[in-house]
């Protein structure tokens, strides 16, 4: 109640005078930063010792209500550079809509279905152990290309069907660094300052979330414009399952995706990857673990690449926790997974056949 009213305060300051009277705001967020020690695993390369910030953020949400079961819904979510003293406005899930007994639709930048697929089972999600290092990641590179937070995005979801629902998403311009010289003629796939929807993204998702079982499955394909006239596509689907009993939770994902477009001859490359991940509950402590494998793209070999992860936390109480972890990133000759592909100031990434690890201690406080 003490956000809100503080929300309101802001909000009667700042507003236009026509700020519904029906409607709320509520302010939100988590600090999250740890220490860690890096190994880059690079010969020669001294190991670092650092101050991290893991997606430390601050948000305000807000509904009015609009008559006839209809509601109007905003969010404003931006990033903490927390270990800087920094940020971003408007920089994370950023979006305006409606909501209603139809669903929600919802305009701005936010998160694809199939990015929140993978949150649901990570144990060490926002972080440099975070299993985006592996799972939706290139070999080529290390850096995530399947979990993102797309900008020009518009998604509806579904009501919830005693705990089924769906979620799908098109990104009208995933931002191509392709660039239209003219507004006509053969050359001209784009008008020059709209949206070039031939460089544009479909995302869905299904889930099923109900007591102790967690089932989900998606499919994403981008299109991306590499020429005037030549539209290069890629894909991905993903299957998540998960289920809790006495303290324990166990989970595990598995995809495929069909070229991650991180070099020439990658448009045709296919890539299996799954993860394993499992924590179990005593008292304030949660014991965790993952283990996550990247299968060797069909067209080079030595291409595949594992992580193991293992932490605890500890609940100082119900808003705030503890925590250390160990992650190691084990790469093939040709493979350049890494860490800190997703969530994290801190990387140790791109280099083929070098293995990384890092040892953190942390806290997290969610307001």
């Known amino acids: 109640m003490q956000k809100k009213l503080i929300a309101l305060a802001l909000a009667s300051a700042f507003a236009a005078p026509a700020f ?8 939100y967020g988590v600090m999250n930063l740890s220490v860690e020690r890096i190994d880059s695993g690079r010969v020669g390369a001294d190991k670092s ?17 609009l008559g006839g079961g209809l509601a109007a819904v905003w969010q404003v979510e931006s990033s903490l550079v927390a270990d800087q003293g ?40 926002d972080g ?13 590179t290390g850096g995530n290309l399947w979990d993102a937070r797309t900008n020009n995005t518009i998604a509806y979801v579904t009501p919830d069907f005693s705990g089924l ?34 460089s544009d993204a479909w995302s869905g998702a299904v889930n099923y979330n109900n007591g102790p079982l967690l089932l989900g499955a998606g499919y994403e394909k981008h299109n991306a414009l590499v020429g005037a006239n030549a539209t290069v596509t890629s ?15 166990l989970g595990a994902q598995y995809e495929k995706a069909s070229g991650d477009l991180a070099a020439a001859n990658d448009n045709l490359a296919d890539r299996k990857a799954w993860g394993l991940f499992a924590n179990y509950g005593i008292g304030a402590v949660t014991l965790k673990a993952n283990y996550l494998k ?12 594992k992580q193991y992860t293992l932490g605890a ?27 800190g592909a997703a969530g994290t100031t801190n990387t140790a990434l791109g280099t083929a056949g070098v293995d990384p690890s890092v040892f953190g201690v942390g806290m997290k406080h969610s307001f």
Do not use: Q
């Open 235 to 249: 894909h991905i689907w993903r299957v998540v399952a998960g289920y809790s009993f006495a303290g324990a939770k």
């Open 86 to 125: 920094s940020g971003t406005l408007a920089a994370r899930n950023t979006f305006v809509g409606l909501k209603g007994g139809f669903g929600s639709v919802l305009l701005g930048k936010i998160d694809t279905p199939m990015k929140g697929l993978g949150r649901a089972v990570d144990n060490f999600g």
């Open 294 to 305: 990247a299968d060797e793209t069909n067209n080079v070999a030595n291409s595949g690449a």
């Open 313 to 339: 936390d500890y609940a100082l109480s119900k808003r705030t926790t503890a925590y250390a972890f160990y992650a190691k990133v084990k790469n093939d000759s040709a493979a350049a997974y890494g860490l």
């Open 20 to 27: 519904a009277a029906t409607g709320n705001v509520d302010i």
């Open 128 to 140: 440099i152990a975070d299993s985006r290092n592996i799972l939706g990641s290139r070999y080529s």
């Open 165 to 198: 629902s769906a979620v799908l998403a098109y990104v009208t311009d995933t931002g191509t660094a392709f660039t239209a010289t003219s507004t006509s003629g053969p050359f001209a796939p784009c008008t020059v300052g709209l949206d070039c929807n031939k």
């Open 49 to 65: 010792t650092s101050l991290n910030n893991n997606s430390s953020r601050i948000g305000f949400k807000g509904t009015e209500d």
